[in-house]
């Protein structure tokens, strides 16, 4: 029986006597080996050393039989499952960013951060290090947007320009011109403003009212869960028959 680790075939390669697969990540370094008509598995390194005499010889530890039937019901299940993971990915990278922030809050990390404009760079920092985000909506004080501030804003315009952060305004150097992007934006869609604008973080709206504001992080994140998931169910299928 194979390990509950053993997902799924990524790569096959070599040749001759060293024709192996590679499994994905998800169980690093695990490799299957063929050796005559029996195939092996080890949960470490397969080491290849040189005799000397242009052969080679491998180490292997915690090796077990796996028979020729078994390793082709793998192979069946691997492409089977990879089918269904593939349509699975584009459906995560396309979701509305609006169901991402939704899943923030369900998690208590989708209260939206704001600092005044006429706070200090060092009051908004502290106030972005206690909340442990890498960026705050700036408003005026009718509690409107007119602006954001990040890391980033501190590092190339005060920090480089050895301004004094508490002395300095956050509406002096916050980014004054807000990217916003709606709750039924497509994730890659936003993924693609924020790379082409060289830009980490946007304000999402949902009828022009600010319901949070997303990252590159929380898109990957998301991305990253949900697959793990779709994984777990996924195994039982290839480690039974």
Known sequence: MLKSGLINFLLKRGNGSKNYFQY???????????KSQNLYYSNTNINMSNRGDGS?????????????????????KSQAIGETLRPKLKSYVDIQVGKIIENKIKNNLGRIVRVDEDSTVYDAIKVMNEKRVGATIVVDKNNRMTGIFSERDYLSKVDLRGLTPRETLVKDIMSSKVITVSGDSGASKCLSIM???NIRHLPVLDNKRLIGMLSI????????????????????DILHD
């Open 217 to 236: 992080g929380d898109i990957v994140k998301y991305i990253i869960s949900e697959q793990s998931q779709e994984l777990n169910g996924l195994k039982s």
């Open 24 to 34: 994905p990540n998800i169980v690093p370094q695990l490799k299957i080996k063929f």
């Open 195 to 197: 790379t082409k604008r």
């Open 56 to 76: 080679s010889y491998h180490h292997h530890s915690n090796m077990v039989d796996i028979s020729p039937k078994t390793i082709e019901i793998i192979k069946i």
